[in-house]
């Protein structure tokens, strides 16, 4: 990803040249922690109270009451289930303009009774995925549509046009909110004949002067009326559009802070539209999802490191889920994780787990930086996944929560598609992608119970699909002191009893090395462990072989010297397919052993205890 993409970038070649990874670079723009918030030490959080509820399948945290701690049920609703045929519309060549027109109108067909229509916004990962769709029987029959058969069949859905000033991404953003509360459309001046058909319409040009203006006028005039527990950063002005479908069917709250690299100081102004997006935060309960992104391929906008950080002081966690297409009908469908799930462990029971033997280096290599990202496992990892490398050796993946709720039928495929080599963890950081060392709730009217609610929803997302290990996003790579940060890491090991391990860090952390990163931690013993890995700054100009031998020398400097050695290894999704990492262990040779996570948990227990054992 460039630094216009961010992390979640849309490069999905992960043979070619990559651009720099966002996160990286605003890990050397900030090189120091913010802790504000940070509980005392010797913090001990009482296990979550939860109730069962029967009608989502999960257990709700009674902590999580709405408007104050959380969601009461379900985090994210679920659109109607697909009728039994499916308007099939390809608008990948269209306009963007256009575009965003049209996948507005598929939010409002997609309400009601029954989700009616699907769009093909990349013919590449949203074939895919109709596909297998069609496979399952999830959808029964198509019906494919031009643009304009599309807009004479579901005309009558949509009763007005919203025409916006192109420039101002707030004023999209606000005929936007404004045809998702009033059965309209967004649209560009030069769209207009062709959408309004006779229509009521209302020119928005001129309403407003900047874009803070836009954002604090809906937020003054539309929040009451949307939905109460999601929000939306998105930049309408951009090509990454493909989410409104979904925004538009439950009318979510959106707004956008442009970057200060676009910044006019006219219409747009960085710092007062980010004052406005912070006062629209605090006006929202804590524990409810941000989706889009902070940043996208034309504007860097707030971007992801501070983006995540404003939300999360306020208690929102941030879904990267900007391009992801087709949700008000994907949400919809009906898929029994709990049977996938219980494949998938009859499968993974098959493997022979490896012998402790004392001359070797278990490490435990993690697929890392995307995977609590829906649309990654949407649009990205499918296509890894097809590399034939997969399943040759042990590998760990990180799935984020969102998926769950907003496509269960992705995971699902992910789950039945799962070799006994393919392990999952949950994603950076339980519920949803936080910085939980950098202030989280700091800014809520209560954090502990906010804290709880946390807890419990990430616990129950782990229990949904039968996983015991969490990675958590620490920082920008900065000194890692365990005296400040140790409480927020007992949250999460006091606070899920079924937690069997915790992995720290996208990529290594200063003062943390091969001597104390992996250490046991709470009530319930649980193994934390340190990446002790990073990634080259400079991978999106290397070569390939470039790229395989610098992790191996990576590895091999910051291993352990003692045997056996254990050791967390992070594998940068955006710059190693699985071909990659079949080519890295073998330059490594046998000394150095691939494990799950579950193995090397083992194995670090059981090489402990006979440490203790031969203990004078």
């Known amino acids: 990803m460039n630094p216009a993409q961010g992390r979640h970038g849309t490069n999905h070649n992960m043979n070619a040249a990559l651009p720099v990874s966002i996160a990286f670079l605003l890990a050397a723009c900030c090189s120091t922690a913010c802790n504000a918030g940070a509980p005392a030490h010797g913090f001990r959080p009482a296990l979550v109270d939860a109730t069962f509820d029967r009608q989502v399948g999960i257990a709700i945290p009674k902590d999580a009451r709405p408007g104050r701690y959380g969601p009461p049920v379900g985090l994210y609703p679920a659109c109607p289930p697909p009728a039994p045929t499916v308007d099939v519309v390809d608008v990948s060549a269209l306009p963007k303009d256009l575009r965003l027109s049209l996948t507005m109108l598929q939010g409002l067909a997609n309400r009601g009774s029954r989700s009616r229509v699907y769009l093909i916004q990349s013919p590449e990962g949203d074939g895919f995925w109709l596909r297998h769709l069609q496979a399952k029987g999830y959808v029964k029959r198509t019906r494919s549509l031009t643009a304009d058969q599309f807009l004479a069949e579901y005309g009558r859905v949509y009763r007005k046009v919203f025409v916006y000033d192109p420039a101002m991404s707030g004023s999209i953003n606000a005929a936007f909110m404004l045809g998702a509360l009033e059965s309209g459309l967004a649209c560009a001046p030069g769209d207009r004949d062709r959408l309004a058909g006779g229509r009521p319409v209302e020119d928005l040009r001129g309403r407003w002067k900047t874009n803070a203006e836009a954002i604090a006028w809906a937020h003054r005039t539309l929040a009451r009326r949307m939905h109460r527990r999601m929000l939306a950063c998105m930049n309408p002005v951009g090509d990454q559009i493909w989410l409104y479908d979904y925004l538009t069917a439950h009318r979510v709250f959106t707004f956008w802070i442009t970057g200060t690299e676009r910044q006019d100081g006219k219409v747009s102004d960085h710092r007062a539209e980010r ?342």
Not at 364 to 392: I, M, N
Not at 540 to 551: G, N
Request: net charge neutral; aromatic share 12%; charged share 20%.
């Open 275 to 616: 004052a406005v997006v912070e006062a629209v935060l605090r006006d929202y309960p804590p524990n409810i999802p941000v989706l889009g992104f902070w940043s996208s391929g034309q504007d860097p906008g707030i971007g992801e490191y501070t983006g995540v950080g404003l939300a999360g002081e306020t208690g929102q966690f941030t879904v990267a889920s900007n391009l992801c297409s087709n949700l008000s009908m994907l949400s919809g469908i009906r898929v029994d994780l709990r049977a996938a799930v219980k494949r998938f462990q009859t499968r993974l029971a098959r493997r022979t787990a490896p012998e402790l033997q004392h001359d070797r280096v278990y490490v435990c290599f993690e697929f890392t930086e995307s995977g609590d990202s829906p649309f990654y496992l949407q649009h990205v990892q499918w296509k890894q996944w097809q590399d034939p490398a997969r399943g040759r050796l042990p590998f760990n993946w990180n799935i984020g929560a969102p998926v769950l709720d907003l496509a269960p039928c992705i995971m699902e495929w992910y789950l039945d598609h799962a070799t006994p080599n393919d392990y999952f963890c949950l994603a950076p950081s339980g519920i949803g992608y936080t910085h939980p060392y950098r202030g989280l709730f700091s800014r809520t009217a209560e954090p502990e119970r906010a804290w709880n609610a946390y807890i419990g929803l990430t616990r129950d997302a782990m229990r949904r699909i039968s996983v015991r290990d969490l990675q958590l996003y620490t920082d920008a790579w900065v000194p890692f002191d365990r005296s400040k940060r140790d409480p927020v890491t007992l949250r999460f090991a006091d606070g899920i009893p079924e937690l069997r391990s915790l992995i720290l860090g996208m990529g290594r952390d200063e003062n943390m090395n091969a001597e104390n990163g992996n250490y046991i931690l709470g009530k319930h013993g649980v193994l934390v462990s340190h990446c002790l890995t990073r990634w080259d700054p400079q991978y999106a100009r290397q070569t390939k072989e470039e790229r395989i031998a610098w992790l191996a020398n990576e590895v091999r400097a910051h291993a352990p010297k003692g045997r056996p050695g254990f050791m967390h290894a992070m594998v940068l999704s955006w710059a190693y397919d699985p071909s990659d990492y079949v080519e890295l262990v073998r330059r490594l040779g046998p000394e150095y052993v691939p494990v799950t996570i579950g193995e090397y948990v083992r194995l670090y227990r059981q090489s402990t205890q006979l440490v203790m054992m031969d203990a004078p």
